[in-house]
């Protein structure tokens, strides 16, 4: 694929539904699969993936605020959105306008929902433990609250994990045991029970009334590994996203030349490097600079020197064939070779949502099947 771009992104789109039909399978039949779409789909392009799940069979998506909903919604998405991220007082008209479905995470945003008169429906989300989003109440002041007859209809019942993927800590059981709590007093319970995103799902940490599942990190590819012993891992999942970037100049430099701002890069040898069009103002993370490593002609090319705004230098010693205009891959594979967003997280200190989220929007989107 020969994109006339500086550094651009290759998202594969039947990777993207591959990944939607493995969580399916994972969770089994009668458990809905809610698309997570939020931030442009973790930088893949919120409506690009929007459809493909919805192709795929999704009936479920779910965002971040009434923002990225009313986008999909002008897309043409119809499939039912969940707002997770909060509804602040001023976006509460346009959940009827756009046809959204708010997490509630506050009585009194039940109560100002019911001053509309308008029926709505909601999912509320219990704060288990995570101490972020949702209500942290005894369980009969939630179930007092749920009694009170509304215009807003309680149609899920939710909550999140702070720690799925490790083992060495109590804190899910603690989260589930909680969330049993209500679930057990709670009668008759509503449409939808979900706790699940990608580490509970791909490590079976689920309980048994639960319904739908939230996964955003596997449907772009990855799970996180986990900490301590787990039992098997039921879901397997590739990257839909390469990253790449041209290579601007290549030169020679002598032993002892220094390399980018700052000199942080002293040559120790006759060396050939490259100079790439992508820097941290394209979200190539500035603390890759002397640590990170990229592919060029199937081989793994250290980045020399602090990563700039625009630029980034790496050696090239091992590929004298490669010049100006020829690409490189910051995220992918390359024959043998490959580096993907976990890799790159843990040379740059950070997670590898940080990495896929923080992919510029100077960065082309390229669709491939
Ligand atoms: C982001 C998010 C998810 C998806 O999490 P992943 O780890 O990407 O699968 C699920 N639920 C909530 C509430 C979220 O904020």
């Known amino acids: 694929m020969d994109s006339c771009y500086r550094s651009w992104v290759e998202i594969s789109l039947s990777r993207i539904a591959a990944n939607y039909r493995s969580v399916c399978q994972a969770v089994g039949e009668g458990v809905e699969v809610l698309g997570v779409v939020k931030a442009d789909?973790?930088?893949?392009?919120?409506?690009?993936?929007?459809?493909?799940?919805?192709?795929?069979?999704a009936r479920w998506l779910a965002v971040s605020s009434v923002d990225e909903g009313v986008v999909?919604?002008?897309?043409?998405v119809d499939a039912r959105i969940l707002v997770m991220g909060g509804v602040?007082?001023?976006?509460?008209?346009?959940?009827?306008e756009y046809n959204l479905t708010p997490a509630v995470h506050s009585f009194g945003e039940i109560a100002a929902l019911a001053t509309f008169n308008r029926e709505i429906r909601y999912h509320l989300k219990i704060d288990t433990g995570m101490s972020r989003l949702g209500v942290r109440s005894e369980v009969d002041r939630i179930l007092d609250e749920l009694a009170a007859p509304r215009s807003a209809q309680l149609e899920g019942l939710m909550t999140h994990f702070a720690s799925a993927a490790d083992f060495t800590s109590q804190q899910t059981e603690t989260q589930m045991a909680t969330f049993q709590a209500v679930c057990s007093r709670l009668s008759p319970l509503p449409r939808y029970i979900h706790t699940a995103s990608t580490n509970a799902i791909a490590y079976a940490r689920r309980g048994m009334q639960e319904n739908m599942v939230r996964p955003g990190h596997?449907?772009?590819?990855?799970?996180?590994?986990?900490?301590?012993?787990?039992?098997?891992?039921?879901?397997?999942?590739?990257?839909?996203?390469?990253?790449k970037a041209r290579i601007l100049v290549v030169k020679d430099l002598e032993e002892g030349s220094l390399i980018g701002y700052g000199g942080t890069f002293r040559a120790p040898r006759r060396?050939?490097?490259?100079?790439l069009a992508v820097g941290y103002a394209d979200g190539y993370p500035h603390r890759l600079s002397n640590r990170g490593r990229v592919i060029a002609a199937g081989k793994p090319a250290p980045i020399l020197g602090t990563?700039?705004?625009d630029l980034t230098t790496v050696?090239?010693?091992?590929a004298p064939h490669l010049g100006p205009g020829d690409e490189v891959t910051l995220l992918g594979e390359e024959g043998d070779a490959g580096v993907d967003a976990q890799q790159i997280a843990r040379f740059a200190g950070t997670?590898?949502?940080?990495?896929?989220?923080?992919?510029?929007a100077r960065v082309r989107r390229v669709y491939v099947p």
């Open 315 to 318: 050696d090239l010693s091992h």
């Open 218 to 243: 596997a449907l772009y590819g990855y799970v996180s590994s986990p900490r301590g012993v787990c039992g098997p891992r039921i879901l397997e999942v590739k990257p839909a996203l390469k990253w």
């Open 72 to 76: 999909l919604r002008e897309g043409g």
């Open 271 to 275: 060396m050939r490097v490259g100079v």
């Open 88 to 96: 602040l007082p001023y976006e509460v008209e346009a959940l009827w």
């Open 351 to 360: 997670i590898s949502y940080n990495v896929l989220c923080g992919i510029g």
């Open 41 to 57: 789909a973790y930088g893949h392009g919120a409506l690009q993936v929007a459809r493909v799940l919805t192709g795929t069979g």
């Open 307 to 309: 990563v700039s705004m």
